[in-house]
Protein backbone atom coordinates (compact mmCIF):
# COMPACT_ATOMS: atom_id res chain seq x y z
CA UNK A 1 0.00 0.00 0.00
CA UNK A 2 1.26 3.83 -0.62
CA UNK A 3 0.07 6.57 1.35
CA UNK A 4 -0.10 9.82 -0.01
CA UNK A 5 -1.01 13.15 1.83
CA UNK A 6 -2.79 15.73 0.24
CA UNK A 7 -2.56 18.44 2.35
CA UNK A 8 -5.34 19.39 4.88
CA UNK A 9 -7.03 16.36 5.91
CA UNK A 10 -7.01 14.32 2.60
CA UNK A 11 -5.11 11.35 2.20
CA UNK A 12 -4.68 8.69 -0.99
CA UNK A 13 -4.07 5.13 0.12
CA UNK A 14 -3.10 2.93 -3.21
CA UNK A 15 -3.39 -0.78 -3.55
CA UNK A 16 -3.24 -3.27 -6.39
CA UNK A 17 -6.06 -2.19 -8.44
CA UNK A 18 -7.71 0.78 -6.08
CA UNK A 19 -7.48 3.86 -4.62
CA UNK A 20 -9.23 5.26 -1.68
CA UNK A 21 -9.96 8.85 -0.88
CA UNK A 22 -10.08 9.73 2.84
CA UNK A 23 -10.89 13.84 2.14
CA UNK A 24 -14.94 15.83 3.08
CA UNK A 25 -16.57 13.52 0.89
CA UNK A 26 -14.37 9.78 0.81
CA UNK A 27 -14.17 7.81 -2.40
CA UNK A 28 -13.58 3.78 -2.22
CA UNK A 29 -12.76 3.16 -5.60
CA UNK A 30 -15.36 4.65 -7.71
CA UNK A 31 -17.78 4.40 -4.82
CA UNK A 32 -18.18 8.09 -3.77
CA UNK A 33 -18.97 8.46 0.56
CA UNK A 34 -20.89 10.99 1.50
CA UNK A 35 -22.09 10.13 4.78
CA UNK A 36 -21.17 7.60 7.73
CA UNK A 37 -22.16 3.91 7.63
CA UNK A 38 -20.37 0.45 6.80
CA UNK A 39 -18.62 0.27 2.75
CA UNK A 40 -16.95 -2.47 0.30
CA UNK A 41 -15.74 -2.55 -3.07
CA UNK A 42 -13.13 -4.93 -4.43
CA UNK A 43 -12.16 -6.09 -0.98
CA UNK A 44 -11.40 -2.81 0.67
CA UNK A 45 -13.60 -2.12 3.60
CA UNK A 46 -14.45 1.24 5.09
CA UNK A 47 -16.27 2.21 7.93
CA UNK A 48 -17.47 5.27 8.39
CA UNK A 49 -18.82 6.26 12.49
CA UNK A 50 -18.66 9.04 15.09
CA UNK A 51 -15.88 11.54 12.85
CA UNK A 52 -13.86 8.51 12.51
CA UNK A 53 -13.07 6.58 9.59
CA UNK A 54 -11.51 2.39 9.33
CA UNK A 55 -10.17 1.48 6.11
CA UNK A 56 -9.32 -2.20 5.90
CA UNK A 57 -6.92 -3.38 3.34
CA UNK A 58 -4.00 -5.84 2.74
CA UNK A 59 -4.51 -6.77 5.94
CA UNK A 60 -3.83 -3.63 8.00
CA UNK A 61 -6.34 -1.01 9.59
CA UNK A 62 -5.79 1.99 8.50
CA UNK A 63 -7.82 5.13 11.17
CA UNK A 64 -8.20 8.45 9.83
CA UNK A 65 -9.05 11.08 12.39
CA UNK A 66 -9.20 14.81 11.85
CA UNK A 67 -10.42 16.57 15.13
CA UNK A 68 -9.71 13.58 17.92
CA UNK A 69 -11.08 13.44 21.67
CA UNK A 70 -10.22 11.61 23.90
CA UNK A 71 -11.80 8.55 24.11
CA UNK A 72 -13.93 6.72 26.40
CA UNK A 73 -13.72 2.61 27.05
CA UNK A 74 -16.76 2.15 24.26
CA UNK A 75 -15.34 4.23 21.75
CA UNK A 76 -12.01 2.53 22.15
CA UNK A 77 -13.15 -0.78 22.10
CA UNK A 78 -14.28 0.34 18.51
CA UNK A 79 -11.14 1.34 17.15
CA UNK A 80 -9.07 -1.64 18.44
CA UNK A 81 -6.22 -2.83 16.73
CA UNK A 82 -5.89 0.53 14.19
CA UNK A 83 -1.99 0.06 12.61
CA UNK A 84 -2.13 2.98 11.23
CA UNK A 85 -3.53 6.01 12.25
CA UNK A 86 -3.49 9.27 10.03
CA UNK A 87 -4.26 12.33 12.89
CA UNK A 88 -4.43 16.07 12.89
CA UNK A 89 -2.58 17.73 14.88
CA UNK A 90 -1.72 21.39 16.10
CA UNK A 91 -5.37 22.69 16.78
CA UNK A 92 -7.53 24.98 14.57
CA UNK A 93 -9.34 22.66 12.68
CA UNK A 94 -7.35 19.56 13.59
CA UNK A 95 -7.14 18.21 17.10
CA UNK A 96 -5.14 20.22 19.61
CA UNK A 97 -1.58 19.13 19.98
CA UNK A 98 -1.61 17.25 23.71
CA UNK A 99 -5.19 15.85 23.03
CA UNK A 100 -3.62 13.88 19.64
CA UNK A 101 -0.98 12.92 21.57
CA UNK A 102 -3.36 11.45 24.28
CA UNK A 103 -5.14 9.52 21.47
CA UNK A 104 -2.30 8.15 20.10
CA UNK A 105 -1.29 6.61 23.51
CA UNK A 106 -4.92 5.32 24.05
CA UNK A 107 -4.57 3.75 20.19
CA UNK A 108 -1.27 2.42 20.31
CA UNK A 109 -0.77 2.11 16.56
CA UNK A 110 2.67 0.86 15.04
CA UNK A 111 2.78 3.77 12.80
CA UNK A 112 1.35 7.90 13.19
CA UNK A 113 0.89 10.01 10.03
CA UNK A 114 -0.06 13.91 11.26
CA UNK A 115 -2.10 16.04 9.46
CA UNK A 116 -1.27 19.80 9.99
CA UNK A 117 -1.00 23.07 9.05
CA UNK A 118 2.25 25.41 10.40
CA UNK A 119 4.69 24.37 12.53
CA UNK A 120 4.50 20.54 13.64
CA UNK A 121 7.38 20.96 16.28
CA UNK A 122 5.45 20.40 19.28
CA UNK A 123 3.78 17.23 17.85
CA UNK A 124 6.92 15.82 17.68
CA UNK A 125 8.76 17.73 20.96
CA UNK A 126 5.32 16.04 22.54
CA UNK A 127 5.65 12.48 20.76
CA UNK A 128 8.75 12.38 21.51
CA UNK A 129 11.22 9.38 19.54
CA UNK A 130 12.67 10.14 15.75
CA UNK A 131 10.50 10.74 12.91
CA UNK A 132 11.41 10.45 9.38
CA UNK A 133 10.03 12.82 6.74
CA UNK A 134 9.12 11.01 2.97
CA UNK A 135 7.00 11.72 0.22
CA UNK A 136 5.36 8.83 0.63
CA UNK A 137 4.73 5.91 2.99
CA UNK A 138 4.72 2.53 0.97
CA UNK A 139 3.99 -0.11 3.31
CA UNK A 140 3.22 -4.14 3.90
CA UNK A 141 1.40 -5.73 7.01
CA UNK A 142 4.52 -7.41 7.35
CA UNK A 143 6.51 -4.05 7.98
CA UNK A 144 4.37 -2.57 10.57
CA UNK A 145 6.80 -2.19 13.88
CA UNK A 146 6.61 -4.89 16.58
CA UNK A 147 7.73 -2.45 19.51
CA UNK A 148 7.90 0.83 19.37
CA UNK A 149 5.91 3.29 17.15
CA UNK A 150 7.24 4.92 13.95
CA UNK A 151 6.37 8.68 13.82
CA UNK A 152 6.22 9.59 9.37
CA UNK A 153 5.76 13.20 8.37
CA UNK A 154 4.56 13.42 5.13
CA UNK A 155 5.20 16.42 2.68
CA UNK A 156 1.43 16.89 1.34
CA UNK A 157 1.53 16.45 -2.51
CA UNK A 158 -0.71 18.98 -3.98
CA UNK A 159 -4.03 18.09 -5.82
Not at 39 to 55: A, H, I, M
Not at 134 to 145: C, D, H
Request: glycine residues 12%.
Amino acid sequence: MVILWQGGQDFVLRTKGLSVSLCQDCKLGDLEIKEPGEYEVGGVQLDWTDGVEQVYLEGMNIGHMKKAKVLSDDELAKLNGIDILLIGIGGGEFSETKVATAVINQIDPSVVIPMYTGSIEEFIKEEGGSTETLTELKITKAELPVDGRRIVILNAEHK
